[in-house]
């Protein structure tokens, strides 16, 4: 069904935006915020809101609305990232020991990694990430070591897309970017040197398939000056090799597509 009050969007694309506005933050807004950031008329919001309320996928309070729990209800039951998480949390549990920094787990979607869960302790909560969170291939350490054991076909359009600079690190050379992936694809590992976001620098490796694609990484992340990332290098690239040892021949890893069309833009603010 399509409504001719909004560029002839259907009600459940409608209902989306608004769904995403609000974000894996946790944001709370009011219903005019609300209808600013999801690109709609104020009484559209105001309709789609209750209905989604009703339904118990957003939740108010007062003047103010926020993601409900039937949405996280929903979004558990997902099988195969719930395969992966419950496959990978032993391997990120010692990896944790073994380096006591945050470790995460990140899925590749579109021109994105999705981060799908996360370890951290009290020496390393600074690192600023959610699970839910969304960032670019090209500037992370997850995302570079899916990268680098990629098709070509989509690393073409990870250059293609742009290398938007996030930080005074971040690569936005397309020829430095294929470098560090070949230099990755030898290594087992990439790094992240403060290029998504100052304060944080990271370690990762890919989780490959029987194809020797990757769609999932695993990632060792802190702050620069305590953390140096190089020494998580052989504790993560171990990890990374004996996760996908468990999962290969199963539809946990799955496979990598090539369409690389790019996902809904990142949820973090540079």
Request: aromatic share 4%.
């Amino acid at each position: 069904m399509r409504s001719n009050d909004d560029n002839g969007s259907t009600v459940l694309e409608r209902a989306f935006r608004l769904l995403e506005a609000l974000g894996p933050e946790g944001h709370s807004l009011c219903l005019s915020e609300l209808a600013r950031q999801a690109r709609l008329p104020k009484t559209t919001a105001l309709r789609l809101a209750n209905e989604l309320v009703r339904l118990r996928a957003l939740e108010r309070t007062g003047d103010s609305y926020q993601l409900g729990l039937r949405l996280f209800e929903l979004g558990a039951t997902v099988a195969r990232q719930q395969r992966l998480r419950d496959a990978a949390l032993p391997f990120m549990e010692d990896l944790y020991e073994a380096t006591h920094e945050t470790i995460h787990l990140g899925l590749l979607d579109g021109l994105e990694v999705l981060y799908l869960e996360k370890i951290v302790g009290r020496r390393s909560s600074t690192v600023p990430t959610r699970v839910g969170t969304r960032r670019p291939l090209y500037c992370t350490g997850l995302g570079k070591a899916i990268l680098s054991h990629s098709d070509r076909k989509l690393v073409n359009a990870v250059l293609k897309a742009g290398l938007v600079r996030h930080s005074p690190y971040t690569i936005t050379s397309p020829q430095r970017l294929t470098q560090e992936l070949a230099q990755a694809s030898k290594e087992g590992v990439a790094y992240d040197q403060e290029e998504y976001k100052l304060g944080t620098c990271c370690v990762a490796s890919p989780l490959v398939g029987r194809s020797g694609l990757a769609v999932a990484a695993l990632s060792v992340s802190g702050p620069p000056g305590r953390f140096v990332p190089q020494h998580a290098a052989a504790a993560v690239r171990t990890a990374a090799l004996s996760l996908s040892r468990a999962v290969q021949g199963t539809a946990v890893v799955g496979r990598q597509t090539t369409s690389a069309q790019p996902g809904r833009p990142s949820t973090e603010k540079s």
